[in-house]
């Protein structure tokens, strides 16, 4: 961390709504300190010209130090933001370390092509890594957000600032040291805590950052869009939020489908930006699938996120919290009928009940709007064509759940949904080979697979002329 400022803020346990810490609070300063180490690095430092196999056997150490410290990164990534601990030990921190191995297997694996020309040329591709990188990642994943950015840019030989949310720095730092003692070298990677409004806009407006990739709020996003066009016209990379469809047709199983209904609505507490919060349900078994949704949502545990019974932690802050209900307000004024939940629940920290809607209508606001809560709207519909419409009815375009057991209904509805990532008869069917990105308000760009190394990369052609060849 490096730190010029000198001023901090409060880092706050969800569960107790208690400080855990006082964390730096970066601004511009630090952000053009940063920037400075990270030219450095990148212009007259090791890591861009490093052979891909070296980059790689960095990264395969940062890897195994992630696996050696999960407990450590899984407590900081609970009591930070809520996170189930015992899910995190099992899914989110393997799956980080996993990661920055699947990256480092690909570093040594970047290469050009070489060009048939149509004259006498010689030509071919280089694929160099773009510069300076600014990564500001969101807090509702802050271990598996900070590698999806971090992994691929690495094994580009890009040099890079990480901007953590404010709400969870903890982790952030934790895998710096992590990545120092991996023999990352200094100016590699650089983490900036602070505010998104101070440290945020200074590195999407920066002269000296080549790219910026952000995950967030499609209202920052295009914040982050306008500081880059502002200053040097940077590349942008945008996962932005979403509201996602999750439509059940009648030829499935009820009892099933109703579980994924639940994990897709509230899992991690309905902080994720894929939640398919609107549960399309065909008509002839509505009822039924409202009869298993009350039946399992009866027992969602909330409570102690150290707790491994648990389901559901605390949202993330109070503002978060204050929003989520309000946006149940919104719903009970808005003409649905609540269905089940609906209130805060205990006495201390930042809980919700597991909340669903029924008789929502899509014009509502409930409907439309990304709550980013253990919020779930359930709406009825008659045909494929119809559902498909109303599907696509929205700003957003980021995922989409698909539940049948034809594969006709399968092949048109997720080829006609608008939406980056179509889950069939699954849901939160996440892989590191599985790239992810959104549609419309939802971003553009792709985090995760191969894709996500190309955004770090630039194509250079090299052209010369060649003389008296036998072919071209």
């Known amino acids: 961390m490096i730190e010029v400022t000198r001023k901090t803020f409060e880092t706050i346990d969800p569960r107790t709504e208690e400080v855990i810490a006082r964390i730096a609070e970066g601004e511009k300063e630090d952000v053009d300190l940063a920037v400075k180490a990270a030219r450095e690095a990148f212009d007259h430092g090791p890591w861009p010209r490093l052979p891909g196999c070296e980059r790689r056997r960095i990264m395969l150490k940062f890897a195994d130090l992630i696996d050696e410290n999960i ?10 933001g809520g996170k189930l601990y015992s899910l995190c030990k099992i899914i989110d921190i393997p799956a980080a370390a996993e990661t920055i191995r699947y990256y480092a297997g690909a570093a040594d694996k970047i290469h050009g092509a070489t060009l048939k020309m149509s004259r006498d040329l010689q030509a071919y591709t280089l694929h160099e890594p ?6 500001i990642i969101p807090w509702n994943f802050p271990s598996q957000m900070f590698v999806m950015k971090v992994g691929p840019a690495l094994a580009a030989g890009c040099t890079m600032l990480v901007k953590p949310a404010e709400q969870t720095p903890l982790s952030a730092l934790y895998y710096a040291h992590l990545a120092k003692l991996a023999g990352i070298p200094d100016g590699v990677l650089n983490v900036i805590t602070g505010y998104g409004s101070t440290a945020g806009a200074a590195i999407s ?3 000296d950052i080549d790219k910026v990739s952000f995950t967030g709020s499609t209202e920052v996003g295009r914040l982050i869009m306008q500081g880059a066009a502002a200053s040097n016209l940077k590349s942008v990379s945008l996962e932005l939020g979403g509201k996602s469809p999750f439509i059940v047709f009648d030829d499935v199983d009820v009892d099933k489908v109703a579980d994924l209904a639940l994990q897709g609505s509230f899992y991690n507490k309905g902080e994720i930006c894929v939640a398919g919060t609107r549960i399309f349900v065909q008509e002839g078994i509505y009822d039924k699938f409202l009869n298993k949704l009350e039946e399992k949502v009866k027992r969602w545990v909330v409570g102690d996120p150290f707790n491994p019974n648990v389901h559901q932690g605390p949202q993330v802050n109070k503002q978060q919290y204050d929003k989520i ?3 149940i307000e919104h719903g009970k004024n808005g003409g649905a009928t609540l269905f089940s939940g609906g209130k805060p629940a205990g006495q201390k920290g930042y809980y919700i009940e597991p909340t669903i809607f029924t008789d929502v209508t899509d014009d509502m606001t409930i409907a439309k709007e990304e709550i980013f809560g253990p919020v779930m709207s359930v709406l009825k519909f008659k045909t494929v064509e119809e559902v498909i419409k109303r599907a696509n009815a ?9 539940m049948t057991n034809d594969l006709n209904t399968a092949n048109t509805v997720s080829r006609s949904i608008r939406a980056g990532v179509i889950w069939i008869n699954c849901y939160f069917a996440f892989d590191k080979d599985l790239p992810y990105g959104g549609y419309k308000m939802s971003g553009f760009e792709r985090d995760m697979g191969l894709e996500a190394l190309n955004k770090y990369l630039q194509v250079k052609s090299v052209a010369t002329p060649i003389q008296n060849s036998p072919w071209l």
């Open 394 to 402: 929205t700003k957003y375009g980021l995922a989409a759940g698909i």
């Open 71 to 80: 407990e450590e990164l899984a407590v900081l990534d609970t009591i930070d």
């Open 205 to 207: 407006s920066h002269m």
């Open 325 to 327: 209900l309000s946006y």
């Open 130 to 135: 773009v510069g300076v990188v600014g990564h």
